[in-house]
């Protein structure tokens, strides 16, 4: 089992280009998150989705979107990059996003550099 | 706001042991996790306490006290590879993850 798989493992981006981290999970997951960690701070929620279909918002969302077309898959677009967004970005995913003991199973993360 | 506060760094003695603590003010709470993650890896789930008390899982065990906003990871005989960083995050009443920024463990022999 692959579990929760991310790519790019690294990528170097122009400012002002357009990028999509890809995640997906093989274990029927039902939420997925997406964070990002800086040195120093505490990893920070940008974007949720409890289900398929449904997505929301979390601590740090400006200058990021996501979408939720089915179970596995939970890209991350970054429209207009900035170098505020060079960070190592990590997906999640749990087997429910409001109840139980249900800890979130990380990806290898995705190292992103905006020059 | 809310906020986790851990030591930022703690070192010990390979076979010793170390006391990490963490202390939360939150909007809600619905529990609270310790994960460890080596340096330049992903975190993974360690404990999980959501009533007071202690919960012990091999060498490991985590701490609680709601009414202090208090927690502790508590590692036995500790080994090399324990050296690791640990986060501290609470689960708020909207059942997102606020997390601490980590104690980085560094055993030395």
């Known amino acids: 089992t692959a579990g929760i798989t991310q790519a790019p493992t690294s990528q170097i981006l122009a400012a002002g280009r357009s990028m999509t981290l890809r995640c997906t999970q093989d274990m029927r997951h039902n939420a997925m998150y997406w964070y990002r960690q800086d040195l120093g701070l505490g990893l920070r929620l940008i974007h949720y989705?409890?289900?398929?279909?449904?997505?929301g918002k979390g601590e740090v969302p400006d200058g990021y979107s996501v979408s939720r077309a089915n179970t596995d898959d939970f890209p991350l677009t970054l429209a207009s990059a900035v170098p505020s967004q060079t960070s190592v970005y990590f997906c999640a995913s749990s087997v429910s996003g409001t109840s139980g003991n249900n800890e979130q199973f990380f990806g290898p993360g995705t190292r992103l550099t905006v020059l | 706001g809310q906020n986790i506060d851990q030591p930022t760094e703690m070192t010990a003695t390979e076979g010793a042991i170390v006391q990490i603590n963490c202390t939360y003010q939150t909007s809600g709470f619905n529990g609270l996790f310790w994960y460890q993650q080596h340096a330049g890896e992903a975190p993974t789930f360690l404990s999980y306490?959501?009533l007071d008390g202690l919960e012990e899982k091999g060498r490991f065990s985590s701490f609680l006290s709601r009414s202090k906003g208090y927690s502790y990871l508590l590692l036995k005989e500790l080994q090399m590879k324990d050296s690791a960083s640990y986060l501290c995050a609470v689960r708020d009443s909207n059942y997102q993850l606020i997390w601490g920024a980590g104690t980085k463990l560094i055993i030395k022999p």
């Open positions: 989705s409890n289900t398929a279909g449904t997505t």
């Open positions: 306490n959501v």
